[in-house]
Every structure is written in C-alpha cells, then in structure tokens.
C-alpha cells in the first residue's frame, strides 16, 4: 500500500529532524532538494527523486525574525490532504 505524504507532515518532519540532528540541518540548508528526497526516502521506504523543475528554498528565523510563507492561490498542494509525491509527478510530467 503506498504510503500518501502532506506538505504539513513533510514540513513538520524536516524541521523536527533539523532541531535534533545538527548535519540534516545543514545538508537542508546547503542542498534542500538532497535533504528532501533522503526524507522521503526514509519516510516511504523508496528512494525518491524530485523533479528537476521543483526550486526548494529554506529559510532560518533568527531571535527576532519571522518568515511566513503564502501559497500561491491555486496552490492545490497546500492543503494537508495533498499527497506531495503525487502532486510534484502530475505537475512535472503535464
């Protein structure tokens, strides 16, 4: 049975493995796509490759800085539903 992935359990599994694994929190900062891809990779026991196309930035608050991030408006995979791995093949292959 194929494992479905969120943004939001994406989201929150990369930053609680950023809090407590000091070389992740660099390689997502250095290589976000690299860091991403071996996430999933743990997460859904198949290694996986984004598409190429697919531009992933991170940002580090500071103390006194906050980012918030706005989807674009049609960002259908923003909702906590989506399945991101389905999403990024339909996206990228269309």
């Known amino acids: ?11 929150e599994r ?5 809090l407590e694994d000091p070389d992740f929190r660099q390689l997502l900062s250095k290589s ?5 891809e071996r996430e999933l990779a743990r997460m ?5 490759k984004l598409p190429a196309k697919l531009v992933i930035r ?7 800085t ?12 923003a909702t906590a539903s989506t399945d991101l791995l389905s999403f990024w093949q339909g996206v990228f292959t269309t």
């Not at 049975?1 to 989201?11: F, N």
């Not at 990369?14 to 950023?18: C, H, K, P, V, Y």
């Open 66 to 77: 906050l980012h918030l991030t706005l989807p674009a408006a049609s960002d259908v995979f």
């Open 58 to 64: 991170v940002h580090q608050e500071t103390a006194n």
């Open 32 to 36: 976000p796509k690299a860091a991403v």
């Open 1 to 11: 049975m194929k494992r479905l992935i969120s943004r939001k359990q994406l989201e």
């Open 14 to 18: 990369l930053i609680a493995r950023a």
């Open 44 to 48: 859904t026991g198949k290694r996986v």
